[in-house]
């Protein structure tokens, strides 16, 4: 059965929250206005419709579907806005003192509904804010035993009462007991939201190695690879680099930025990592063919192999694979759907208008 949580609300219910411009149902509806044909947030300022002349839908992706455009004042296309003060405060506990266990009743006594944090996580990382912490202990205890520490150490540093617990923990987590735990590295995790929905990250010390949209398809097997090659263990967990990620992706949708600085991490054959080298080289609102990629590369006979390669990347909007369309002109083969590919372009043209103009 659906979550109940995860519906629109009713119709009623969403133009009172549209009349009040209610930030806490952000992210639960768009509304859409017959008359205009813009699709709005919960919160815009504009001036509001009649109640029969404004219809309501989940997700930016079904206005625009129903042919509504984007509202210029409250920017519904725009990456939603950064965690909440208090998201941000725990957020900032956990990282200073991540041994801590911070119960509902910590919760309550700091002035917080432990069900309103819960959602929060459950909707930003699928997971609830005890799992998380859970998780973070876990990934801490494992920096620890990479550093060197003894299994004990980390065990009692990182907030387990007991070792056995730790253990029994360790084991469900990474697969392997802590002692074996420098043969392998840990590959971070987390979810973030944009507005042509969500997308998974992941992250190692040396930068992101996967950026994708969590209904492509393979994207578990995708996953699973960058396991086996990596000799890594994927956990949702914090990455030095994911801040960097989220503010550059929140400006791209934005229109405020056309290139990324963000480090990335791509692990492939020779000839694959020279044809996401030439993605990156396609310039903002523009496009290229298969046929021209592989020109550009000195194998204009590999444009079969270029194409499967692009398939191949990890990297979304990053490394943009959806700059490349077919010989004729047409949208082709997106693993994020052609319907995204489309609003990709769209948006950075728009960019492109935007400075020209």
């Not at 003192?97 to 309550?108: E, G, M, Y």
């Amino acid at each position: 059965m659906p979550n109940p949580e995860s519906l629109v609300p009713t119709a009623a219910e969403c133009y009172q929250a549209l009349v009040a411009k209610d930030g806490t149902y952000e992210g639960r509806f768009i509304a859409a206005v017959k008359t205009t044909g813009i699709f709005c947030r919960p919160t815009c300022s504009a001036r509001k419709p009649k109640p029969q002349n404004v219809e309501f839908f989940a997700t930016t992706k079904e206005a625009l579907l129903h042919g509504y455009r984007a509202c210029k004042v409250c920017t519904p296309l725009a990456a939603p806005d950064a965690a909440p003060d208090f998201i941000q405060t725990l957020l900032h506990q956990l990282s200073q003192q991540p041994s801590v266990k911070i119960t509902d009743a910590d919760l309550r006594q700091l002035g917080l509904e432990p069900a309103t944090v819960r959602r929060w996580f459950q909707r930003q990382h699928g997971i609830t804010f005890q799992a998380y912490q859970r998780l973070n202990r876990i990934n801490m205890a494992f920096q620890k035993l990479q550093r060197g520490e003894t299994v004990t150490a980390a065990a009692f540093d990182s907030g387990y009462e007991s070792l056995s617990g730790f253990q029994d923990s360790f084991k469900a987590v990474f697969g392997v007991a802590p002692t074996h735990t420098r043969q392998q590295q840990l590959l971070n995790l987390t979810r973030l939201e944009t507005p042509l929905g969500t997308m998974l990250a992941c992250g190692t010390t040396q930068g992101i190695c996967l950026l994708e949209f969590t209904d492509r398809r393979m994207l578990e097997t995708e996953l699973k690879d960058l396991a086996r090659r990596l000799n890594a263990t994927i956990v949702q967990s914090d990455n030095p680099h994911f801040a960097l990620l989220r503010t550059q992706l929140a400006e791209y949708f934005a229109g405020t930025r056309q290139g990324f600085s963000v480090p990335l991490f791509m692990p492939g054959t020779a000839f694959q990592q020279a044809v996401w080298q030439e993605l990156g080289r396609i310039p903002y609102g523009t496009t290229r063919s298969y046929g021209q990629q592989a020109a550009a590369l000195d194998r204009p006979t590999a444009v079969r192999a270029v194409a499967t390669a692009n398939g191949m990347n990890r990297i979304a909007i990053l490394v943009p694979c959806h700059r490349v369309i077919g010989a004729d002109g047409h949208l082709t083969g997106y693993a994020g759907g052609l319907w995204r590919k489309k609003r990709l372009l769209e948006l950075e043209q728009q960019g492109i208008d935007t400075v020209s103009v």
